[in-house]
């Protein structure tokens, strides 16, 4: 197992501290690491190439519904 050493600010600090005296976490060492791992997975929830399948599509779908209105075909206001 690895370790490191972080800086944290207070108020993270006193939060894990709470925690730990609640009995959420057994120590500091568990809380940490737990709190890291959930805090991980939460970005790990969609891969990078949904996101970029979703907005693509989105973008796709936007645009080609979209209509320049100097290539009209009306010929009502013809000059």
Known sequence: ???IKV????Q???DIDR?????E????DQAVEE???????AYNTTTE??????DDDMFGQTTNEQQDPAVQDDDEFGF
């Open 1 to 3: 197992m690895s370790r």
């Open 7 to 10: 800086s944290l600010p207070d």
């Open 12 to 14: 993270v600090d006193s």
């Open 19 to 23: 925690l730990v005296e609640q009995g």
């Open 25 to 28: 976490f057994i120590n500091r």
């Open 35 to 41: 709190l890291l791992s959930r805090g991980i997975s």
């Open 49 to 54: 190439d949904d996101t970029t399948d979703v």
